[in-house]
C-alpha cells in the first residue's frame, strides 16, 4: 500500500467517524464491514471486507506503518495479541472508542510511533490522547527514541530495557555527549537532577551513574565498553562528512574501502557519517554515487569557485589543472560540514583522496 496508515471500523457509528477522519488524515486508508457499504467505496478508495475483522488485521500488520482501529479496546488485544512479533517490526496501534472520546495508544509507542499517532488522532477527532508510556507520562528521556529526530542511530538495544527503568526510576543516569545536537531536552522545565550531562567518556567514567547515554561517533575503547555499556546505549549522532576526491571510473569497491580503513583507522564509526562532499564535476561519478546509495549517505557538490574560498595549507596545481579546483575533498569537507578545521586534512590512497571534517555542533547542553 502506497499510504502509511489504515482506519478500520466494524459498527455504524465506527464507519461514519473513520470515513471523516480519513478526509482530514491524509496518508489513510480505510477498511469496514461491507454492511455498512454506501456505494461510494470504490471511487473513494475504500476497503470492504466480509466476516471477522480479525481475519484481515495479519494483513494489514504487515502492510501500514500504523493502524487506527475503532473497536474495543480489550477486543483489539485480543485479536493482535496472536500476530505480535517484535516492538521494532510490529507496527503503531491507535483504538479509538466507538464515540470518539479517547485515542490510545496500544502498541509501538515510542518506535512505530504509536504516541506521536494517538495525538494527531485525537487532535482531528477533538479526542483525549491516552498515552502510558513512562517516559512521556513523567516527562523524561524516552530511550528508544533519544536522539531520533536528529537522524542518531542507535548501536544496539541489548540494553534498552534496563536503561529506561533506570532513566524512568530515577536511578543515576549519565548522558555521555561528545558530539551531536545538544537540543535534545524539549520539555518545559529543568532537567532532572538525576540525569547528569558529561562531555566527554573520560569525564563520566571518573563520575558514579547508575546507566548511561552515550552519544559519540568514536569508537569506544574495551575500557570504555565496560564502564559505560555494562547498563548504557551506544548512540551514533550524524557527525562526521567525508569529503571524496577520485579519479574518474574509480570502482565503489575501491572508494568504499578507503572510506572504511580511514574511519577504522581514526576511530570512527561509519554510522556516524552525515554524507559525503566532492566537486560538482564528480556528481555523476558512478562509484561514488554508488557507496553514497548503499549507505543512504547525501552526496553535496560544490563549483570549483566555492572550493577555492577555502584556504589550503597544500594547493594543488595539478587538481586545479584538471578541475579548476586548487583541491577537492579538504575544502568540500569544510563547507559542507560547517567545520574550521579537519579530524584528517587530506589523505590520498590509490585512485581516491579523502578529508573527514566532523560537524560544530553547539556547545551548550541541553537543560
Not at 506521536?116 to 477527532?125: C, F, I, K, P, S
Not at 574495551?222 to 548504557?232: H, K, P, V
Not at 548512540?235 to 572504511?260: F, H
Request: with cysteine; glycine share 8%.
Amino acid at each position: 500500500m502506497s499510504n502509511p496508515f489504515a482506519a478500520v471500523a466494524i459498527t455504524k457509528h465506527g464507519v461514519e467517524m473513520a470515513r471523516g477522519l480519513v478526509t482530514r488524515f491524509p496518508g489513510t486508508d480505510l477498511y469496514y464491514m461491507s454492511k455498512f457499504a454506501r456505494g461510494d467505496e470504490e471511487e473513494r478508495g475504500y476497503h470492504l471486507f466480509e466476516g471477522s475483522v480479525k481475519l484481515i488485521l495479519p494483513d494489514l500488520f504487515k502492510q501500514y506503518n500504523g493502524l487506527i482501529i475503532i473497536i474495543s479496546l480489550g477486543a483489539v488485544v485480543r485479536m493482535i495479541a496472536p500476530i505480535l512479533e517484535d516492538k521494532k517490526k510490529d507496527p503503531a496501534v491507535v483504538v479509538v472508542d466507538d464515540r470518539g472520546e479517547h485515542a490510545i495508544s496500544v502498541l509501538s509507542g515510542h518506535l512505530g510511533g504509536a504516541n506521536e499517532l494517538t495525538r494527531q488522532v485525537a487532535a482531528v477527532l477533538g479526542a483525549r490522547p491516552v498515552i502510558t508510556t513512562a517516559s512521556d507520562v513523567q516527562q523524561t528521556i524516552p530511550v528508544d527514541l533519544f536522539g531520533r529526530s536528529f537522524g542518531w542511530v542507535i548501536e544496539s538495544f541489548d540494553k534498552a530495557t534496563p536503561v529506561s527503568a533506570s532513566v524512568v526510576n530515577e536511578e543515576r543516569v549519565a548522558v555521555v555527549q561528545e558530539t551531536g545536537e545538544s537540543n535534545w531536552w524539549t520539555y518545559e522545565k529543568p532537567l532532572p537532577d538525576h540525569i547528569r550531562v558529561y562531555t566527554s567518556a573520560g569525564e563520566a567514567m571518573a563520575a558514579s551513574f547508575d546507566a548511561a547515554l552515550v552519544v559519540t561517533d568514536r569508537l569506544l575503547t574495551a575500557e570504555e565498553e565496560a564502564s559505560l555499556l555494562r547498563n548504557g546505549v551506544l548512540y551514533r549522532p550524524k557527525s562526521l562528512v567525508l569529503g571524496i576526491g577520485c579519479n574518474r571510473g574509480t570502482a565503489a569497491e575501491e572508494i568504499e574501502r578507503v572510506i572504511l580503513d580511514t574511519l577504522h583507522e581514526l576511530k570512527l564509526s561509519p554510522k556516524s557519517v552525515r554524507n559525503a562532499a566532492t566537486i560538482d564535476l564528480k556528481k555523476d561519478e558512478q562509484g561514488l554515487l554508488d557507496v553514497c546509495a548503499k549507505y543512504n549517505w547525501r552526496l553535496e557538490t560544490f563549483s570549483p569557485e566555492q572550493l577555492n574560498a577555502v584556504p589550503l595549507a597544500n594547493p594543488s596545481e595539478t587538481v586545479f589543472k584538471y578541475t579548476g579546483a586548487y583541491g577537492v575533498s579538504e575544502p568540500a569537507a569544510r563547507l559542507s560540514s560547517g567545520a574550521d578545521g579537519w579530524l584528517l586534512e587530506k589523505r590520498k590512497s590509490g585512485n581516491v583522496t579523502i578529508s573527514i571534517a566532523r560537524i560544530p555542533f553547539t556547545a551548550e547542553v541541553s537543560s
